[in-house]
Structures are given as structure tokens and as C-alpha cells.
């Protein structure tokens, strides 16, 4: 045992005698840092240890210490997800400006048509000619439906127009409706 202890003390005298150089004590001290950085992420997250503690110092000196490789791989993960919902947004954003011009706009076909039954409704030859309650309908589907109006887009001398077809019903008769629109500009 005695040799043991003595070896210790050889041990230590050399220790404390023999300078490192400086850049074995930076790669010492950075071997250190890690180490306390690995144990930190490793504890459990509800221990009260001295390490967890000092995490949220406020210092000015960054602690993140990844290679500069990961650091661009998830920037770059971050910019493509950043990318890819800037792009969700923008198709969104096209099917709703679709859907309000085809629905709402007035030289839509779907208030063309309901511009042109109104007229036709209100008509009193019309009235006379198939009955009185007056319902419009489109083409028949597959499956039965009526609610698709055939209609076509066309340019006549620089102006646009539009064709469309259609079915009213009254309770005498049965009629079909051709119309031709044109749109005026102002």
C-alpha cells in the first residue's frame, strides 16, 4: 500500500510542476465544457442540480457549441418549412380568389344565369306561355341533378361574351333558354 501512495504522490508532484501548453489547456478546458453540457442534457428535467441551475444565466456568451454543418442543416430545414407554408398560403389564397370571382363577381355564369331566370320568371308572356310557378334548371347530370347551366366564353370585336343555355318549367310547359351576354366595359 505504501507504494501505492507514494506512486500518488509522484503522480501529483509532476502534475503540478509540468506546464501544458496553451493549446492543450483550451482543448482540456473545451472537453470540459462538453462534458458539463452533456450532463446537463442528460439529467432529468425535475432535479434541482446545480447545473440546471446556472443554465439561465443571462450572459452575453453563446454556450451553442454545435459544428457549423448542423447549424446550416437546420437553418436550411427551417427556411424550407418556412417555404413550403409560404407556398400553402399563396395556393390557398388563388383558390379563394377563384371561387369568389366564379361565384360572386357580376359576369360570373352563375349570376348571369340568375340574372337571366329573374327576367324570365318576372315575364308575363313567359307566364302565360308554360304556367305560373317558373323553375330554371341546367343540364342533367348522372345522377340526376340539374344544376349545371352550359355555358361558353367567347371575344366578339375585342368584347367578351358569353352563351349560355338553360331550362325553365312552369305547369302548363316546358321551355329552353338561349341567351348571349356581352360585357360592357365602362
Do not use: W
Not at 366564379?102 to 324570365?120: G, K, Q
Amino acid at each position: 500500500m505504501s507504494q501505492l501512495t507514494l506512486l500518488r504522490y509522484m503522480v501529483v508532484q509532476k502534475q503540478q510542476h509540468l506546464l501544458l501548453p496553451a493549446v492543450t489547456r483550451l482543448k482540456y478546458i473545451a472537453e470540459m465544457h462538453l462534458s458539463s453540457k452533456l450532463a446537463q442534457e442528460a439529467a432529468p428535467r425535475g432535479s434541482g442540480s446545480a447545473l440546471q441551475e446556472s443554465r439561465g444565466g443571462g450572459g452575453d456568451v453563446s454556450t451553442d457549441v454545435r459544428p457549423i454543418g448542423e447549424k446550416i442543416k437546420e437553418n436550411t430545414k427551417t427556411a424550407s418549412y418556412g417555404a413550403l407554408i409560404a407556398a400553402g398560403l399563396g395556393v390557398t389564397g388563388f383558390m379563394l380568389f377563384a371561387i369568389f370571382r366564379e361565384l360572386f363577381s357580376s359576369t360570373s355564369p352563375n349570376n348571369i344565369y340568375a340574372d337571366a331566370l329573374e327576367r324570365v320568371v318576372e315575364d308575363p308572356r313567359v307566364q302565360d306561355a308554360i304556367g305560373s310557378p317558373i323553375k330554371g334548371f341546367g343540364e342533367t347530370s348522372r345522377r340526376g341533378r340539374r344544376q349545371h347551366v352550359a355555358h361558353i366564353s367567347f371575344e366578339r370585336n375585342g368584347v367578351p361574351h358569353m352563351r349560355m343555355q338553360f331550362y325553365v318549367q312552369g305547369l302548363r310547359n316546358k321551355a329552353t333558354v338561349h341567351l348571349e351576354s356581352r360585357n360592357i366595359l365602362l
